[in-house]
């Protein structure tokens, strides 16, 4: 079987090769949503089934996932910042608050086809302003939502979470393992 990984993100990329599949990855050129105006999990839906679609379209034989994170405060997402500027100031929301981290899989091979949203709950440390310009100091944020990841320097920014850490990280290797095996993907 021909499996892809419809994302750019070295962090799926490391969780997917945790499976023990062999796939390659195309990065889809999907314009995302990233409108604050929708609910964080059909937000993330959108964007992972509209990364399917571009790949599926390319390659309807192959077994193809998708996915996309988001982090939400509330109403309130925080998806990738624009600048550090912006990392900054999210990471000022954050802080000592307990938030949602959404993240939606799109799977299809054929006319076999499933998808999902898991939600996690992260809670950070109160945060002073050195603390949160150490944190921007050392992990690259611009390329996460929320700006921060769980498997960087956590302790730095985090009292603790709730529900899957690979979600958090942006794929959810145990609910998609799952599904894979009740799908007959996977022994």
């Avoid at 405060?73 to 938030?99: C, V, W, Y």
């Amino acid at each position: 079987m021909d499996w892809i990984l419809a994302s750019g993100s070295p962090r799926r990329r490391e969780l997917l090769q945790t499976m023990g599949i062999p796939f390659r990855i195309i990065k889809p050129d999907a314009e995302e949503l990233d409108a604050e105006v929708y609910d964080p999990s059909e937000l993330v839906l959108h964007n992972a089934r509209l990364k399917s679609e571009i790949v599926r379209k390319e390659f309807p034989q192959s077994c193809i996932f998708a996915s996309d994170t988001t982090v939400a405060l509330g109403n309130q997402i925080f998806n990738k910042p624009k600048d550090l500027f912006h990392a900054a100031e999210m990471l000022r929301s954050l802080s000592g608050k307990t938030h949602s981290v959404f993240t939606a899989v799109v799977f299809c091979h054929g006319d076999h086809f499933w998808e999902f949203v898991e939600e996690s709950q992260v809670t950070f440390k109160v945060l002073t302003d050195e603390a949160i310009q150490e944190y921007i100091d050392i992990v690259h944020c611009l390329d996460k939502a929320g700006s921060y990841a769980i498997q960087e320097e956590r302790e730095r920014v985090i009292d603790g979470y709730s529900g899957s850490f690979h979600n958090i990280m942006g794929f959810p290797v145990e609910s998609i393992r799952q599904r894979l095996r009740e799908s007959g993907y996977l022994e």
